[in-house]
């Protein structure tokens, strides 16, 4: 149990739609980070934020977005979903600002869209 | 763009063999570090290696990162079906993200 907790497990839903994904991090890490990894595109690293605010910003597509609560949750949001959105949807956590630093990994988030 | 390439894809074989699996770039990392995923779960840490031409052991697993800090290796010896799972690297730079690899899939058959 790595420490980082992914709601829902599982998510079924149908093209157009939104869906929020949320994360909660280690007790006392700083920084969440979101990944999209499907069959064919591996790990891909989307946001980063620390300590509330967006440090980093990668492969994500302008339909999702992403936040971080003051009690350093965070809340994926995925709309005007598409087939190919389908994919695991990992949240991680670290406790810096993330130079170098070990991720620690949630369950992920299993989505599908119909 | 700093790529991390890893090599195989896809590997298979006898429990018991030994095997090397390598994470290669052409640019320099400060820190690269290895992760196991295993179906349906998160990746988990294995180790973290820092200094060129460093090497570290966990058990049947040798991490070795390059002198220059382009490149690393995972070796597995006397693979046992436990070991089964996708490997990643991943490159740590000045910034604040780190670089993935795609991924080695390990099989293990017994």
């Known amino acids: 149990d790595s420490g980082v907790t992914q709601t829902p497990k599982h998510l079924i839903t149908a093209t157009g739609q939104r869906v929020t994904l949320r994360c909660s991090p280690r007790s006392g890490d700083l920084s969440v980070y979101w990944y999209q990894q499907s069959l064919d595109q591996g790990l891909q690293f989307l946001i980063q934020?620390?300590?509330?605010?967006?440090?980093a910003k990668g492969n994500i597509l302008e339909r999702f977005s992403a936040q971080q609560f003051p009690d350093l949750h965070s809340e994926l949001n995925l709309s005007s979903l598409e087939l190919g959105d389908s994919a695991l949807y990992f949240c991680a956590s670290s406790g810096g600002q993330g130079i170098g630093e070990t991720q620690y990994f949630g369950p992920g988030t299993r989505l599908l869209v119909l | 763009t700093q790529l991390l390439e890893q090599s195989p894809q896809f590997l298979s074989i006898q429990e018991g063999e030994n095997l090397t699996v390598y994470c290669n770039s052409s640019s320099v990392f400060s820190s690269l570090q290895w992760y196991r995923q295993e179906p349906g779960e998160g990746p988990v840490l294995l180790v973290t290696?820092?200094?060129g031409g460093e090497v570290k052991k966990l058990k049947r697993l040798t991490f070795q990162f390059g002198d220059a800090r382009k490149d690393s290796s995972l070796h597995i010896t006397a693979a046992q079906t436990g070991d089964t799972g996708l490997y990643l690297c991943?490159?740590?730079?000045?910034?604040?993200?780190?670089?993935w690899g795609a991924g080695t899939k390990l099989i293990i058959k017994p």
């Open positions: 290696v820092v200094t």
């Open positions: 991943a490159g740590g730079e000045g910034n604040y993200q780190l670089i």
């Open positions: 934020y620390y300590n509330g605010e967006e440090r």
